[in-house]
């Protein structure tokens, strides 16, 4: 089972009804997996509760855009944000209260700064957690290039050296990084679960584009030449395009807020997230 956001902690919870069943999926591949969110989805039902009295039905809303993405709802809606909320906090507590927690072969992909899921929870209440089975992580780091350290709000550079600092890990680690800092290729490092050893070295052939400093939550699970969300347009024309874009004028006359426009929706290195995705089900399935 393949999941994205939502869709993955979806997979993780069939996954967990079906422990050592027949019905348990050979393998999960979770991108970006919503393990938890923030704590304010906690206050969305209340929200949600009080929007049936008169006057106060924005509170149906957490957000209310202009809905131009023909794939996705720009909206947000109190009520989606509860049933995400419940469903993530319900995942996390089977995990932690369980002794015991069988899962499949998991890889997980995600990338070291996501502003709408937790990284840490990814790592602390899951894969921390299940101390058996044969799971990887591969964390996309921002772009140590061009993402002067003086910029950054919250540096991931903290998470990355706890895991690097521990003496053993229950999962195999990947970390996708800049080659070295002063360079824009990306190299994958790997070490192995329960070891202090270091797989091979692997120089990705995909480097960081121009004035990209990271990965964003909504960009893993899309190539760069998609053409809704990619790196450029496609060729045919009148055809909306929501991807990378350099787009300079007057505030207020473009519907598209300037916090979409910054988010990066397409990933560089999806190439090897797919070859990695489609090595690990094939192994899984010679098993």
Known sequence: MIGYSTGAALALNYALDNQQSSRSPASLVLISPAIAISPAAGLAATKRRASAVPGLSGLAWLQVEPEFDPY????????????????????????NESDDVVLPPTLVFKSTVDATVSTEAVIDSLLLKVQTGDHELVLFDVNRYSAATALLIDDPAPLTDRLNAKEQLPFTLTQVTNTSNDSQSVSASTRIAFTRLTGDKETLAEKWPEGVFSLSHVALPFPPNDPIYGS????????????????????????????????????????????????????????
């Open 232 to 287: 450029g347009p496609p060729e045919e024309t009148g055809r909306i395009f929501l991807g990378r874009q350099a787009v300079q004028g007057e505030r207020g006359i473009l519907r598209i807020s300037q916090q979409y426009l910054l988010r990066l929706r397409h990933n560089p290195f999806f190439p090897y997230l797919e070859t990695r995705t489609v090595r690990w089900l094939e192994r899984s399935g010679d098993g």
């Open 72 to 95: 996705k709802y720009n909206s947000f809606a109190t009520n989606a944000a509860e049933q995400v909320h419940r469903l993530t906090r319900a995942v996390s507590q089977r995990v």
